[in-house]
């Protein structure tokens, strides 16, 4: 057992969580190309291709910081609740604009922007 309570020593939850993320932000990108193309129709093209990328790193960052701030939430037993629930709504409303957003800026042909 490591010094911080973990397993396995710092080094090793650094990179197993950075692990985690990288596996996270390629995830949100395979899903989001694949999102934009099926709905929008849209052929392959480099525009499908950033709006993905950048939503995937969007949705990750989301990800990971409301992760954070739920385990800091969850510290306190009596306002976590009250206080996770309005965040958690406001998160999910971030990621709803962001993918929709780039979805329409993907799917717009890049001579009528």
């Known amino acids: 057992m490591a010094a911080n309570g973990h397993a396995l020593p710092a080094w090793g939850v650094a990179l197993s969580r950075t692990g985690a993320a990288a596996a996270a932000l390629a995830w949100a990108f395979l899903l989001c190309d694949r999102l934009y193309r099926r709905l929008g129709k849209a052929p392959r093209s480099a525009d499908v291709r950033r709006a993905a990328l950048i939503a995937g790193t969007t949705v990750t960052i989301l990800l990971v910081g409301g992760l954070l701030l739920l ?22 409303s971030a990621a709803i604009r962001i993918t929709l957003s780039l979805a329409l800026w993907s799917a717009t042909p890049a001579r009528d922007r």
């Open 71 to 92: 385990r800091h939430v969850f510290a306190d037993p009596v306002y976590g609740l009250i206080v996770a629930m309005p965040g958690l709504m406001l998160w999910v």
